[in-house]
């Protein structure tokens, strides 16, 4: 079996990463990957995380295993972020929460759930376009994915119509991914009147949203970013939602991830978290420690977070700064084309437009990388890179039609 094997496509976003760095141009830039960089091209250790660490460091006492979903009070906190700090336990007492490795992790403990209950004779269904490897995570699960419309090419913006008669069909019982903001690839999210619809839709039809909250705090404030979930846990919605602190804790090497369940009830909460648990056993068995910890601290002490609210917020600055500079700068060389879309859009990812036959010039060329649909994470974006990408992707336009 060995001998025969052939080597594997590499990833589509991962693999640009690796031949980014292979490739001796001293001008190349990288902008594939979904990382944050600030305006050096670094991935910083946030202050905030760097001080949990330092504390947690000196009152560790023990390596002993967690238990399988977690500690009580990372849940506990994640569930505060998402569902909002009150006297009563969120949602009350219809939701739990299981630690995962990153969002990733969450997505497939999400499928894998779906399966275990009998999902694989439903549905995943998945926008077009969206994140490539949510196709490969529910497809690893034994789960069939279908697409529904969701990106207008012509205006960079939502196919709103597209999108809700095709959500109007999907049958009882199917999984629909949705992203609860700064959607990957294309950075057009849904708003608020789209999110009511999507509530009353999936309680009317009967259809369970995962919502990927990958990048809680980067178009608006975390509470801003959150009210879609506070939407469907108040519209009683039974929902599922992966959250990641990869990228608003910059944890990204940490895989520090929750997956949250929101049941109709308190029993029956309970009983399909056994089944995450049962999931949890065969996958990975119980969480690493250290990076649920530290967010754990930066969420639960004053100062921390407070700390931490404060660099969410320059991260969000940047990438609307970076957003601006950028579509001014196309617009500035190609005044008879729209760039606005780009300001437009939120998060780390804008559809550019661009063709696969520009890209790959793009690459070839001058350097650059991005995802074959074009899809840029702008923040890879710096002072000293900007006006040569802009240069290079006008010339690219007129260039390769």
Known sequence: MWRDTQPAPPDPILGLTEAWKADPNPQKVNLGVGVYQDEQGRTPVLPSVKAAEAALLGRETTKAYLPIAGEPEYARRVEELVFGAGDRPAGGGRVRTAYAPGGTGALRVAGDLAAALGGRGHTVWLSTPTWPNHRGIFSAAGLETREYPYFHAATGSLD???????????????????????????????????????????????????????????????????????????????????????????????????????????????????????????????PAAHGALTATAVLSDALLRSMWDREVAEMRARLAAVRTAFSDALSARMPDRDFGFIRRQRGLFSFTGLTPAQTTRLRERYGIYMTVDGRVNVVGLTPANLDYVADAIAETIRAVA
């Open 160 to 286: 709103r119509d597209g999108f809700r008669a095709a959500l109007e069909r999907v049958p009882v019982g199917d999984l629909v991914v949705l992203h609860a903001g700064c959607h990957n690839p294309t950075g057009v999210d849904l708003e608020e009147p789209d999110w009511e619809w999507v509530a009353a839709t999936a309680q009317a039809r009967g259809w369970i949203p995962v919502v990927d909250a990958a990048y809680l705090g980067f178009a608006g404030t975390v509470e801003q970013d959150a009210a879609p979930l506070r939407r469907l846990l108040a519209a009683g919605v039974n929902f599922l939602v992966a959250v990641s602190f990869s990228k608003n804790m910059s944890l990204y090497r940490e895989r520090v991830g929750a997956l949250v369940l929101a049941a109709a009830d308190t029993g029956s909460a309970d009983a399909i978290f056994s089944h995450v648990k049962r999931v949890i056993r065969v996958l990975y068995s119980n």
